[in-house]
């Protein structure tokens, strides 16, 4: 049963333009999520995180937005660029229990 | 910037064999975690650990795993005797006090043979 869902294996969008990440979650009981960014053999990078007491957070390019009613989040990055190449993971815990993670999303910025 | 640190990068074993994978958490940080991904899969979790014990593990984290924080700067995973599927990136992560954000260390990819 999968808790933490991103439905798009990958995602490939222009240089300069947004790139929206998306996420689904079922478990109503998650009130914290984060998005990590991830390089080919490298570790998990944090970008972003939200509590379920707002419902946007936002950090330079980089917006997490969250739709509670939904089970709903996303990651919104704008302008992208090449170097936002990666795969995006969204991860979710409920207050003392540990990170679920969604089977990420590949991200490609074309030049 | 302090970083958590990850020995060996990569490990090669033949199956059955036991395997210690090493990581160094950010010296202040309190909670540390193991994870694995696959090739190709999802990132999972393994197992927390906190003030010496573990806190919570996945059904993935069989009598074959074991943790240990053997002398306070150091983080290690046994896996007792390997198979096939323990072939993964396995990642290290730490986390300070009063913190939800995990740091994740650069991972060892282990492949058994």
């Known amino acids: 049963d999968q808790q933490v869902k991103q439905n798009s294996p990958s995602l490939s969008v222009q240089e300069g333009r947004i790139s929206i990440l998306n996420c689904d979650y079922t478990?109503?009981?998650?009130?914290?999520f984060l998005w990590y960014k991830k390089y080919p053999a490298e570790g998990p990078t944090f970008l972003i995180s939200?509590?379920?007491?707002?419902d946007k957070n936002e950090d330079g390019r980089f917006t997490v937005f969250l739709n509670k009613s939904a089970k709903h989040l996303s990651l919104h990055i704008v302008p992208s660029q090449p170097g936002d190449s990666a795969v995006y993971f969204c991860?979710?815990?409920?207050?003392?229990?540990?990170?679920?993670f969604g089977p990420g999303t590949r991200l490609s910025v074309l030049p | 910037e302090p970083e958590v640190t990850q020995t060996p990068s990569h490990q090669v074993t033949q199956m059955g064999q036991e395997v210690i994978l090493r990581c160094v958490p950010i010296?202040?940080?309190?909670?540390f975690y193991w994870y694995r991904q696959i090739l190709g899969q999802k990132v999972e979790f393994l197992v927390s650990?906190?003030?010496?014990?573990?806190?919570?593990k996945s059904e993935i984290f069989d009598d074959q795993f074991s943790v240990e924080r053997p002398d306070g700067s150091n983080f290690t995973l046994k896996i007792r005797s390997t198979k096939l599927e323990d072939s993964a990136m396995y990642f290290c992560?730490?986390?300070?006090?009063?913190?939800?954000?995990?740091?994740f260390g650069p991972g060892t990819r282990l492949t058994v043979l």
């Open positions: 478990n109503s009981m998650f009130d914290y």
């Open positions: 992560a730490s986390t300070p006090a009063g913190a939800d954000t995990q740091y």
């Open positions: 010296s202040n940080h309190l909670y």
């Open positions: 991860a979710a815990s409920a207050r003392g229990q540990n990170f679920v």
């Open positions: 939200i509590s379920s007491i707002k």
């Open positions: 650990f906190y003030n010496n014990e573990i806190s919570e």
